[in-house]
């Protein structure tokens, strides 16, 4: 059974409508999906969706019925409201009509980073929403085994990133540490630290990289902090041909994820 709600001013609307700001996803421990294909990886890879909404065109398709009805066979609660209502629960204006509600996966370094994990990727706060989504799918496909954001990073709840990760936030194993931790982590399980630094002579193609890696991406503007250059065990950067003064972070990592990743398949 779908649940009509008609008033801006109901509970559920409103509860809504909170989890689009950060304030209120953290204090929640909850975030919003929108569309139709993000909510079907969502289902084929099990996360835990609290309920859904969709608005007064959505159930025009047939695929989308048939949505409908899985979601209500897992028993998950849909509700309808009208267009202009569902409007202010996304961040789009061309809205595919549907939304969920899914709960945080809060994870340690300790607990999911294993002995056989040999790759690992540390933001040092990255900042753009699209760089964010654009890195964690990059790192799902290049065979990454964790992602650790230190302090000053995005949300990666924030609707861009989501959008941006095409699906892989739910198959990414994204972990949120301090530096000092990630560092005595890392090195304490014999991970070399490996950090994109525009002021070396080692170029990355140019590099060999031995036993089991993480790899560290900087701040779009300010590159990595030097403390955490000061404790990396290698320096690399991409040379320049042109006349750009550098890449953007995203294709930064894309490049050096690949290259490091055939020296550990």
């Known amino acids: 059974m779908i649940n009509i709600i008609k008033s801006k001013d109901n509970d559920k609307i409103k509860y809504t409508k909170s989890l689009l700001k950060t304030k209120g996803r953290n204090k929640e421990k909850k975030f919003i999906i929108e569309g139709y294909r ?15 909404f969709i608005n007064e065109d959505f159930e025009k398709k047939d695929e989308h019925k048939s949505l ?13 409201t009208l267009n202009k209502i569902f409007l202010e629960m996304v961040d789009t204006e061309n809205t595919q009509g549907i939304l969920a509600v899914l709960e945080y996966k809060e994870r340690d370094l300790v607990n999911n980073i294993s002995q056989d994990d ?4 540390i933001l040092d706060r990255i900042q753009d929403p699209g760089n964010m989504g654009t890195i964690i799918r990059t790192a799902d496909s290049a065979g990454v085994d964790a992602i650790i954001l230190l302090k000053g990073c995005v ?3 924030n609707p861009k990133v989501i ?22 982590f890392l090195k304490s399980n014999d991970f070399n630290i490996v950090s994109s630094y525009l002021q070396t002579d080692n170029y990355y193609h140019e590099t060999t990289y031995d036993g089991k890696i993480a790899l560290v991406i900087g701040n779009e503007a300010n590159g990595i902090n030097d403390e955490l250059i000061s404790q990396s065990d290698k320096l690399v950067k991409i040379p320049i041909y042109g006349n750009a003064e550098s890449l953007n972070a995203a294709i930064s990592a894309a490049v050096l994820m690949y290259e490091i990743k055939k020296y550990l398949a």
């Open 118 to 121: 040999k790759f690992v990727l």
């Open 155 to 157: 949300d990666i709840y």
């Open 68 to 80: 409908l009805e899985e979601l209500q066979n897992k028993g998950i609660k849909v509700y309808k």
């Open 38 to 52: 993000i909510l079907t990886l969502a289902l084929e890879c099990n996360a835990k969706l609290e309920y859904v």
């Open 163 to 184: 959008r941006s990760t095409m699906g892989s936030i739910f198959d990414m194993n994204v972990i949120h540490a301090t530096q000092d931790e990630a560092v005595q």
